[in-house]
């Protein structure tokens, strides 16, 4: 049955031809064999191997001077001074004259090699035989002789109880290893799920870290905001500004068509999480007229006048809305955390 | 005087080099070492010279690497700067970002190690891609060659990663934005994608680990095991003898070029060195992620035109083109939006990484290939080879949207959803037309071996016919224009035995009965001429 | 009385006249000014307006309406304040060419001094930020670490780290901001042109909008270093690919063609 569809026949035919080993007299397109060397000029002209010697020589000797330009330039140039040079620009002088002359160095000796190589060392071609990969019949006979004879020896096959409580010990020792990086970072918990924000939090301006107003903020104007008492000096700010970084904008209150997005607002102050909700970069491409934030990672598009809905991109959901309102102080602040994870999306998050 | 003490003469005179060699030999055995290789044969030709600036970069990336980890602090505590930069003076950064500082503008020569350093590193990707598109177009992968296929392949992705993981080192913004990808990517995995991130990154993102940690993956666990592949590599290249294209001369067991010692010494040496110079000048020259510019990384800032490295690029496309697919079900997420993407950028590799197993299957030939096929001759390879290239390419595409909008006056959404189609269609249509043009290629030259080749010489026929007259081609060329082989289809065979019992033909022998058709089957190959053809052809010109 | 009428047509009279003119409202203008400023300041507002309305009339009412209501070619004009029509007339963006995703940067039509009528009366219609003094925009002393690290809060994420610009939505661009003028600069944060949003003083003291100016011109002015050579057009990765695979790759196969290729052979000797 299988015999019918031996791989074999579908092989090309003229192997033999391929393989080139004889010349049949009447093919046409046999192989003529390895053509005649023919010279080079260098080979025969003693004048042009001197040339290529001396052109050779030269690239050496160039590839000295370069190297020694190179640490003259080390020690002559200031690190700090730039020089301008056309069509590159302002650019650090001791920067260019070091990658110019090491790389000039470099470049020379294997262009002086490659000269030699090509003009001067001999360039007839030979044919080395090549010698099948797979081992010979008996070696492959004499090799699973010995392997038999070892497994037996060994009793491998025959005392099943030490063959089995081996594969069991090898199979279980690497559990150690798993297990030693557990301590590699903590439990998720419901780390993903808070941030710094909390009822009566007042919304600091990231620019003057004063608290914000709601007067401050124009309609068409775009401004962040950080939770107070967070300061970029604390140990885990980086941590916290990655949940909690907000961004702050001011719609006519009739332009916002989702009622939830005007009810969480003041005044038309609209405060999302700055977090896009697809891988996490920091989304703030916010166009005034149209209301629409762009994601400069990926393009990502959300609707800030429609509960900052997605209307084009790889996000999945709407950034979170933070809910505010005006203190005694008449700051704005926060009326609780985001109600559900900021930033990308997870398996737990529901 | 006795032949002892003549022996002991002539040993006394053997030079310095031949004392320490038998030195070397007596421990190490370097004679028998050397006999096999030292006027080993290597074949000359240009593309067999891409494998070498993957290896001299590679070479060149652990060079400068060393030097780079010498002023590089690989700390993301935090420090306020006051270094030589001006318009970063008193900003908070952390180590890391302010040691790279220090070698861009306060360490002597250190910005043009740096800039030596990732040059090199996108050279050495784009050098490995473009060598592995050459094996494969010429077959090089087939037997017995399939292993180092695969270990080239896993150089490749190692290449990637270990990329990924130094260009985030800096801490920069840029690069700090990719680090955020990677984490939210990690967060999209179903059941354990919260507790990887945790592990990760030592707690929430961005952590204060990150950066040690890719560290000792950057500069000693993925190097390392790249060295262990490229030795393996190399060492399988020898074994093997490299491969040749079809010549006069040039046959399957045998190997025609020149030896090592001394032209390929010599040649081989030298690019080492060239390769060096060329990528030092071009860091002399251009700039290369100038990370003051950028800024230190802040988890709440971000610039536009944010993109990595080109290597992951295709990533980046397939991440800014997918839909925004999530499914909420039972309290759980299914992020299919990031975790589709993730799933298919190995899918992508994984596709060009198997194709010569299958290739292998569907043509059952189980011999030692040294020839290289021309990729006119193999047009269902070369096609699919187009195919993946143009995917490649549209998601690269999609992976610079913006900068293709700005520069080409184009919607970036227009530009999204024409990735969106051309990531099914255009591999299709490349396919159809590589083969088309493979197949018209192969009829050309069955023209040329019939006909010759066209002189340019017109001639009046006596009856006032003009004909431009075709010169013979000579045997050589006769010989290297035939030389190919040509499978014929595989068939299933009957589907009833000589006893008329009905036999199961197996699904999977289907399907390689069909895939062999597609190969080879009518119209997927034009037969070469034969001898017979060519005699009757020439025989009638003679009497003409 | 014909000799003096004679006189007083001689062709330079008219300009001795207007020199004389000019000198006497210069001089009187030295010496009285300081103490009449304001009223001073006053007529020439009021005659700016008047100047401004005419220029108005020709070049903007087609699209903004003639009380500058707006119309549904233009926006509203009412309450966008000085400082918006120097920047939209000032860059050439006003008065547009043709309707389109966004209005771009065009050759500066009007002079500076009929850009300060036409702004004048446009401030006229509703009070709106004013066009800013050189004290407040020049970037002379400012602090550019500070305006870089606000630069990457408030402006990279359309404008790019340098300020090179980049894409937003629907074949929208933030422009790049090399070669603006600071001024022009401090008026976009101020007003917030087309779809840009606006930076105003109440969340975006005037102070950091000069930190944010002396930023950009350190960073992409016309003497700023790279010191590690082209800047690739300061785009990052993309850019840096490309050079790599063209000029990077590109010279190395080109080499491992002069290396790899046979040597030229002697003719037959």
Same mark, same amino acid.
């Given at each position: 049955?299988?015999?019918?569809?031996?791989?074999?026949?579908?092989?090309?035919?003229?192997?033999?031809?391929?393989?080139?080993?004889?010349?049949?007299?009447?093919?046409?397109?046999?192989?003529?064999?390895?053509?005649?060397?023919?010279?080079?000029?260098?080979?025969?002209?003693?004048?042009?191997?001197?040339?290529?010697?001396?052109?050779?020589?030269?690239?050496?000797?160039?590839?000295?001077?370069?190297?020694?330009?190179?640490?003259?330039?080390?020690?002559?140039?200031?690190?700090?001074?730039?020089?301008?040079?056309?069509?590159?620009?302002?650019?650090?002088?001791?920067?260019?004259?070091?990658?110019?002359?090491?790389?000039?160095?470099?470049?020379?000796?294997?262009?002086?090699?490659?000269?030699?190589?090509?003009?001067?060392?001999?360039?007839?071609?030979?044919?080395?035989?090549?010698?099948?990969?797979?081992?010979?019949?008996?070696?492959?006979?004499?090799?699973?002789?010995?392997?038999?004879?070892?497994?037996?020896?060994?009793?491998?096959?025959?005392?099943?109880?030490?063959?089995?409580?081996?594969?069991?010990?090898?199979?279980?020792? =690497?559990?150690?290893?798993?297990?030693?990086?557990?301590?590699?970072?903590?439990?998720?918990?419901?780390?993903?799920?808070?941030?710094?924000?909390?009822?009566?939090?007042?919304?600091?301006?990231?620019?003057?870290?004063?608290?914000?107003?709601?007067?401050?903020?124009?309609?068409?104007?775009?401004?962040?905001?950080?939770?107070?008492?967070?300061?970029?000096?604390?140990?885990?700010?980086?941590?916290?500004?990655?949940?909690?970084?907000?961004?702050?904008?001011?719609?006519? =209150?009739?332009?916002?068509?989702?009622?939830?997005?005007?009810?969480?607002?003041?005044?038309?102050?609209?405060?999302?999480?700055?977090?896009?909700?697809?891988?996490?970069?920091?989304?703030?491409?916010?166009?005034?007229?149209?209301?629409?934030?762009?994601?400069?990672?990926?393009?990502?598009?959300?609707?800030?006048?429609?509960?900052?809905?997605?209307?084009?991109?790889?996000?999945?959901?709407?950034?979170?809305?933070?809910?505010?309102?005006?203190?005694?102080?008449?700051?704005?602040?926060?009326?609780?955390?985001?109600?559900?994870?900021?930033?990308?999306?997870?398996?737990?998050?529901? | 005087?006795?032949?002892?003490?003549?022996?002991?003469?002539?040993?006394?005179?053997?030079?310095?080099?031949?004392?320490?060699?038998?030195?070397?030999?007596?421990?190490?055995?370097?004679?028998?070492?050397?006999?096999?290789?030292?006027?080993?044969?290597?074949?000359?030709?240009?593309?067999?010279?891409?494998?070498?600036?993957?290896?001299?970069?590679?070479?060149?990336?652990?060079?400068?690497?060393?030097?780079?980890?010498?002023?590089?602090?690989?700390?993301?505590? $935090?420090?306020?700067?006051?270094?030589?930069?001006?318009?970063?003076?008193?900003?908070?950064?952390? $180590?890391?970002?302010?040691?790279?500082?220090?070698?861009?503008?306060?360490?002597?020569?250190?910005?043009?190690?740096?800039?030596?350093?990732?040059?090199?590193?996108?050279?050495?990707?784009?050098?490995?891609?473009?060598?592995?598109?050459?094996?494969?177009?010429?077959?090089?992968?087939?037997?017995?060659?399939?292993?180092?296929?695969?270990?080239?392949?896993?150089?490749?992705?190692?290449?990637?990663?270990?990329?990924?993981?130094?260009?985030?080192?800096?801490?920069?913004?840029?690069?700090?934005?990719?680090?955020?990808?990677?984490?939210?990517?990690?967060?999209?995995?179903?059941?354990?994608?919260?507790?990887?991130?945790?592990?990760?990154?030592?707690?929430?993102?961005?952590?204060?680990?990150?950066?040690?940690?890719?560290?000792?993956?950057?500069?000693?666990?993925?190097?390392?095991?790249?060295?262990?592949?490229?030795?393996?590599?190399?060492?399988?290249?020898?074994?093997?003898?490299?491969?040749?294209?079809?010549?006069?001369?040039?046959? #399957?067991?045998?190997?025609?070029?020149?030896?090592?010692?001394?032209?390929?010494?010599?040649?081989?040496?030298?690019?080492?060195?060239?390769?060096?110079?060329?990528?030092?000048?071009?860091?002399?020259?251009?700039?290369? #992620?100038?990370?003051?510019?950028?800024?230190?990384?802040?988890?709440?800032?971000?610039?536009?035109?944010?993109?990595?490295?080109?290597?992951?690029?295709?990533?980046?496309?397939?991440?800014?083109?997918?839909?925004?697919?999530?499914?909420?079900?039972?309290?759980?997420?299914?992020?299919?939006?990031?975790?589709?993407?993730?799933?298919?950028?190995?899918?992508?590799?994984?596709?060009?990484?198997?194709?010569?197993?299958?290739?292998?299957?569907?043509?059952?030939?189980?011999?030692?290939?040294?020839?290289?096929?021309?990729?006119? #001759?193999?047009?269902?390879?070369?096609?699919?080879?187009?195919?993946?290239?143009?995917?490649?390419?549209?998601?690269?595409?999609?992976?610079?949207?913006?900068?293709?909008?700005?520069?080409?006056?184009?919607?970036? #959404?227009?530009?999204?959803?024409?990735?969106?189609?051309?990531?099914?269609?255009?591999?299709?249509?490349?396919?159809?037309?590589?083969?088309?043009?493979?197949?018209?290629?192969?009829?050309?030259?069955?023209?040329?071996?019939?006909?010759?080749?066209?002189?340019?010489?017109?001639?009046?026929?006596?009856?006032?016919?003009?004909?431009?007259?075709?010169?013979?081609?000579?045997?050589?060329?006769?010989?290297?224009?035939?030389?190919?082989?040509?499978?014929?289809?595989?068939?299933?065979?009957?589907?009833?035995?000589?006893?008329?019992?009905?036999?199961?033909?197996?699904?999977?022998?289907?399907?390689?009965?069909?895939?062999?058709?597609?190969?080879?089957?009518?119209?997927?190959?034009?037969?070469?001429?034969?001898?017979?053809?060519?005699?009757?052809?020439?025989?009638?010109?003679?009497?003409? | 009385?014909?000799?003096?009428?004679?006189?007083?047509?001689?062709? &330079?009279?008219?300009?001795?006249?207007?020199? &004389?003119?000019?000198?006497?409202?210069?001089?009187?203008?030295?010496?009285?000014?300081?103490?009449?400023?304001?009223?001073?300041?006053?007529?020439?507002?009021?005659?700016?307006?008047?100047?401004?309305?005419? &220029?108005?009339?020709?070049?903007?009412?087609?699209?903004?309406?003639?009380?500058?209501?707006?119309?549904?070619?233009?926006?509203?004009?009412?309450?966008?304040?000085?400082?918006?029509?120097?920047?939209?007339?000032?860059?050439?963006?006003?008065?547009?060419?043709?309707?389109?995703?966004?209005?771009?940067?065009?050759?500066?039509?009007?002079?500076?001094?009929?850009?300060?009528?036409?702004?004048?009366?446009?401030?006229?219609?509703?009070?709106?930020?004013?066009?800013?003094?050189?004290?407040?925009?020049?970037?002379?002393?400012?602090?550019?670490?500070?305006?870089?690290?606000?630069?990457?809060?408030?402006?990279?994420?359309?404008?790019?780290?340098?300020?090179?610009?980049?894409?937003?939505?629907?074949?929208?661009?933030?422009?790049?901001?090399?070669?603006?003028?600071?001024?022009?600069?401090?008026?976009?944060?101020?007003?917030?042109?087309?779809?840009?949003?606006?930076?105003?003083?109440?969340?975006?003291?005037?102070?950091?909008?000069?930190?944010?100016?002396?930023?950009?011109?350190?960073?992409?002015?016309?003497?700023?270093?790279?010191?590690?050579?082209?800047?690739?057009?300061?785009?990052?990765?993309?850019?840096?690919?490309?050079?790599?695979?063209?000029?990077?790759?590109?010279?190395?196969?080109?080499?491992?063609?002069?290396?790899?290729?046979?040597?030229?052979?002697?003719?037959?000797?």
């Amino acid at each position: 049955m299988s015999s019918q569809h031996n791989p074999e026949e579908t092989l090309p035919s003229e192997q033999a031809a391929a393989r080139g080993t004889v010349a049949q007299a009447d093919d046409p397109f046999a192989d003529p064999g390895l053509p005649a060397h023919k010279p080079r000029i260098q080979d025969i002209d003693e004048r042009a191997a001197k040339r290529s010697e001396r052109v050779v020589a030269f690239l050496f000797v160039l590839s000295m001077l370069a190297t020694v330009a190179f640490i003259a330039s080390f020690v002559a140039f200031p690190v700090d001074k730039s020089v301008f040079i056309w069509p590159i620009g302002h650019i650090s002088i001791l920067h260019v004259s070091l990658g110019v002359t090491l790389g000039l160095a470099l470049f020379c000796i294997g262009a002086g090699a490659v000269h030699w190589a090509r003009t001067l060392m001999s360039d007839v071609e030979t044919a080395d035989d090549r010698h099948p990969i797979e081992a010979a019949p008996e070696v492959k006979a004499k090799v699973l002789e010995d392997f038999a004879q070892g497994a037996a020896e060994s009793g491998f096959g025959r005392r099943k109880l030490i063959r089995n409580t081996m594969f069991g010990a090898l199979a279980l020792v =690497p559990l150690s290893g798993v297990v030693l990086l557990r301590d590699l970072g903590p439990l998720p918990e419901k780390k993903l799920r808070t941030t710094l924000w909390a009822k009566g939090k007042q919304l600091i301006n990231m620019n003057t870290h004063q608290p914000l107003r709601p007067e401050d903020v124009a309609v068409g104007s775009l401004t962040f905001a950080m939770p107070e008492g967070l300061s970029e000096h604390d140990e885990d700010f980086q941590k916290e500004i990655a949940k909690a970084a907000l961004m702050i904008v001011r719609i006519q =209150p009739n332009e916002i068509k989702d009622p939830r997005e005007l009810d969480w607002s003041h005044q038309g102050i609209v405060a999302f999480s700055k977090i896009c909700t697809h891988v996490g970069c920091p989304i703030s491409l916010y166009e005034q007229q149209t209301h629409h934030v762009l994601c400069p990672c990926h393009q990502s598009t959300f609707d800030l006048s429609d509960g900052a809905r997605v209307i084009f991109g790889p996000a999945g959901h709407a950034l979170p809305q933070l809910r505010i309102g005006v203190n005694a102080e008449g700051n704005l602040e926060a009326l609780g955390d985001f109600e559900e994870p900021v930033g990308p999306a997870f398996w737990e998050r529901g | 005087m006795s032949t002892t003490t003549a022996t002991e003469k002539t040993k006394r005179q053997a030079p310095a080099g031949e004392r320490v060699a038998d030195w070397a030999d007596g421990r190490l055995g370097i004679y028998s070492l050397a006999k096999a290789n030292m006027r080993k044969i290597f074949p000359d030709h240009w593309s067999f010279m891409l494998g070498e600036i993957c290896l001299y970069s590679f070479i060149i990336l652990i060079l400068t690497g060393v030097y780079l980890t010498l002023f590089f602090h690989p700390s993301m505590n $935090e420090v306020e700067y006051h270094g030589s930069y001006v318009p970063l003076q008193g900003v908070l950064m952390s $180590e890391a970002y302010a040691s790279t500082l220090d070698i861009s503008f306060d360490v002597r020569g250190g910005l043009l190690i740096r800039q030596i350093h990732h040059w090199a590193a996108l050279i050495f990707v784009a050098a490995m891609l473009v060598h592995m598109m050459r094996v494969f177009f010429t077959g090089a992968f087939r037997k017995p060659r399939e292993v180092n296929w695969v270990f080239g392949f896993l150089l490749l992705v190692l290449g990637m990663f270990t990329g990924f993981t130094g260009y985030s080192l800096p801490d920069d913004l840029l690069s700090g934005t990719g680090v955020r990808f990677m984490q939210g990517a990690v967060l999209s995995m179903p059941v354990v994608g919260t507790y990887l991130s945790m592990f990760l990154f030592g707690g929430e993102f961005p952590g204060g680990d990150f950066v040690a940690r890719f560290y000792s993956i950057h500069i000693l666990l993925l190097p390392g095991i790249m060295l262990g592949l490229v030795v393996a590599h190399l060492i399988l290249v020898f074994y093997h003898k490299h491969t040749q294209f079809a010549g006069p001369g040039k046959t #399957n067991t045998n190997v025609v070029g020149m030896p090592l010692l001394p032209v390929y010494m010599a040649k081989a040496g030298g690019f080492f060195f060239l390769v060096f110079g060329l990528i030092t000048i071009v860091a002399a020259i251009a700039s290369i #992620n100038p990370i003051w510019a950028l800024g230190p990384y802040r988890p709440d800032q971000v610039s536009t035109g944010a993109q990595p490295d080109w290597y992951m690029g295709f990533s980046e496309g397939l991440i800014r083109v997918m839909p925004g697919w999530e499914i909420n079900f039972a309290g759980h997420t299914l992020v299919l939006g990031v975790f589709v993407p993730l799933m298919i950028f190995p899918l992508v590799l994984v596709a060009i990484a198997v194709y010569p197993f299958i290739e292998s299957w569907v043509t059952g030939d189980k011999r030692e290939h040294h020839l290289l096929d021309r990729p006119r #001759n193999a047009p269902t390879r070369t096609a699919f080879g187009v195919a993946w290239l143009t995917w490649y390419f549209v998601l690269l595409v999609g992976g610079g949207n913006d900068l293709w909008a700005t520069h080409f006056h184009l919607s970036i #959404n227009a530009i999204t959803w024409f990735v969106r189609i051309a990531f099914f269609v255009g591999p299709v249509i490349a396919f159809i037309i590589t083969k088309r043009i493979c197949l018209g290629l192969q009829r050309r030259d069955a023209e040329k071996v019939l006909h010759g080749r066209e002189s340019g010489v017109i001639k009046r026929l006596p009856h006032g016919e003009f004909v431009e007259v075709h010169a013979p081609l000579d045997q050589a060329d006769l010989h290297k224009l035939t030389a190919h082989e040509q499978y014929a289809p595989a068939e299933i065979g009957p589907e009833v035995d000589e006893n008329g019992v009905r036999r199961k033909v197996k699904r999977s022998e289907k399907l390689r009965a069909k895939l062999s058709k597609g190969y080879y089957g009518e119209g997927n190959q034009i037969p070469k001429p034969t001898a017979e053809e060519y005699k009757e052809i020439t025989s009638g010109h003679g009497h003409h | 009385m014909k000799k003096l009428s004679a006189r007083r047509r001689h062709p &330079l009279a008219a300009v001795v006249v207007l020199l &004389l003119a000019l000198a006497a409202t210069g001089g009187l203008y030295a010496a009285f000014a300081p103490a009449k400023q304001a009223q001073a300041d006053e007529t020439s507002q009021s005659l700016a307006i008047e100047e401004g309305k005419k &220029l108005y009339t020709v070049g903007c009412a087609s699209c903004h309406g003639t009380g500058g209501q707006g119309s549904s070619d233009g926006p509203s004009l009412v309450g966008v304040g000085s400082a918006a029509v120097d920047f939209q007339v000032g860059t050439g963006r006003m008065p547009a060419q043709q309707p389109g995703a966004q209005v771009p940067k065009k050759k500066v039509i009007y002079s500076q001094k009929e850009i300060d009528q036409l702004a004048a009366y446009v401030a006229s219609l509703g009070a709106g930020p004013i066009t800013p003094t050189k004290q407040q925009y020049d970037p002379a002393g400012a602090d550019a670490a500070k305006g870089g690290e606000l630069f990457r809060t408030n402006c990279a994420q359309c404008h790019n780290f340098t300020g090179e610009g980049g894409a937003l939505t629907h074949g929208k661009s933030a422009p790049s901001l090399e070669g603006v003028d600071p001024k022009h600069i401090y008026e976009a944060m101020q007003t917030g042109p087309q779809n840009m949003p606006s930076f105003p003083d109440t969340t975006m003291p005037e102070q950091q909008k000069k930190d944010i100016i002396a930023y950009v011109k350190a960073v992409n002015g016309d003497e700023t270093e790279s010191p590690g050579g082209l800047k690739l057009g300061g785009l990052g990765p993309v850019s840096e690919g490309l050079f790599a695979w063209i000029f990077g790759l590109g010279a190395l196969i080109a080499v491992a063609v002069w290396v790899a290729a046979h040597t030229a052979k002697a003719k037959k000797s």
